[in-house]
Every structure is written in C-alpha cells, then in structure tokens.
C-alpha cells in the first residue's frame, strides 16, 4: 500500500526556517516523482516544488525560488523541503504527494499525505 507521511510544519517568525519531511513507503521510490503542495485558508492547492527520481527533474514554484529546496535521502525513501526566509505569505498546509512525472497539477498525483500546517507570523 502506498503511504505517504508529512512532519516538520509549525509557527516560525517571518523570516525563519523549517525543515519538512515526506517518509513514503509501498512502492518503489525509483518509479516516482515527489511533490511538494500547498493550500492556504481560502485559496486552491498550489505546487510549491517537485523532485522526479525517473528523469532527475526538479522544479519550484516562482515565489519559492532561492528560498525553499528540496532534496531526498533515498536509503530513507524520504523527501525534504528546507525552507528558509519564510514569509507570512507561506502560511499553508503542506502536503506531499506521489506521481509519474513532475508537474504542477495536483490531479495528476494519486498518492497524498495528511498535510503538516505551517503558520508564520509577521
């Protein structure tokens, strides 16, 4: 059974940093793209950043470029996201999901986490 586990959210200062990690497991890590989404209060889900483990492609969302990335320890089957000089604006559920390729299209992942909230204060 494919599974799927976020952790590492909470409430940080504008500004500040967190660590988020995705455990998955029942399936072949190699077979798959990692993504990372979003979804604040109000608003629709949106892709933050995506790491492909079948063709190496790795992307992220604009307003997350040189401040958010994302990396994996594939003994672990665990994919990360540091996130650094977070902004109120950030303040989200984040989820990570499983799909066949990378791409910003939340319907195009069968597989999803639970979520793991990240609030930041101004």
């Known amino acids: 059974e494919v599974q799927l586990a976020e952790s590492g959210g909470g409430l940080v200062q504008a500004g500040g940093s967190l660590r988020l990690s995705c455990v998955t497991s029942?399936?072949?890590?190699?077979?798959?793209?990692i993504g990372w989404f979003r979804q604040a209060t109000g608003e629709e889900r949106e892709g933050v950043s995506c790491i492909s483990f079948i063709d190496g492609k790795i992307l992220y969302e604009d307003s997350v470029k040189g401040r958010f990335t994302i990396s994996s320890d594939n003994a672990r089957n665990t994919v990360y996201l540091q996130m650094t000089n977070l902004k109120p604006e950030d303040t989200a559920v984040y989820y990570c999901a499983a799909a066949d390729f990378c791409i910003f299209q939340d319907a195009l992942f069968p597989y999803w986490g639970q979520g793991t909230r990240i609030t930041v204060s101004s």
């Open positions: 029942g399936f072949p890590f190699g077979d798959y793209a």
